[in-house]
């Protein structure tokens, strides 16, 4: 009976994220010229970085093109969040176009669901952390050793040593 409710529960949860994953639209029409047109759509933006790491790289294309250029747009221009990258954070887009929006959208993420947080470390490790998730699906991604390296890292304990000796970045 237990094994029965816990698959019954598991996929439940499949379906659902399933079903989240397919119904995700960008707002259409957005305007973002003033501070409050960006926290209008906050909610939005959490919704569109959930659907860019859930969703497979080589499964709707022209969708997340748009989710990407809305989140990009939103991040440009947002007076609430800092999206910080480097050279390391960029080569994860050479061999997995995509992955860097993947970053970018994480890190809004956790900033708006964490009361605007300023703490770059955990930004930066939930951002990493949804890129390793999206990596491990392995629907659409090449394969790319300096990610590996990362989920090593990961895999050890070792993020944090990882974000010092590889994201060596100054807030703005």
Known sequence: ???T??????CLGI????LYSQAYQVPENYVLKVA??????????IGAAKWLK??????????????SQFVLSWINGSPTVDVELNETILDFNKKNE?????????????VL?????KDMRAKHRAALRDVIAVYKSGNGIKKDKKIEKLIK?????????????NLKIQPR
């Open 1 to 3: 009976m237990k094994k």
């Open 5 to 10: 409710i816990t698959l019954l529960i598991v």
């Open 15 to 18: 379906c659902c994220n399933n």
């Open 36 to 45: 409050a047109d960006y926290s209008k759509y906050e909610q939005a933006v």
């Open 54 to 67: 859930e969703t497979p790289f080589d499964e709707q294309a022209e969708k997340r093109k748009a989710i």
């Open 98 to 110: 995509g992955m860097l929006i993947v970053f970018m959208s994480a890190c809004a993420r956790y």
């Open 113 to 117: 669901e964490n009361n605007y947080s």
């Open 153 to 165: 890292s990961e895999e050890a304990g070792k993020l944090d040593e990882w974000i010092d000796e």
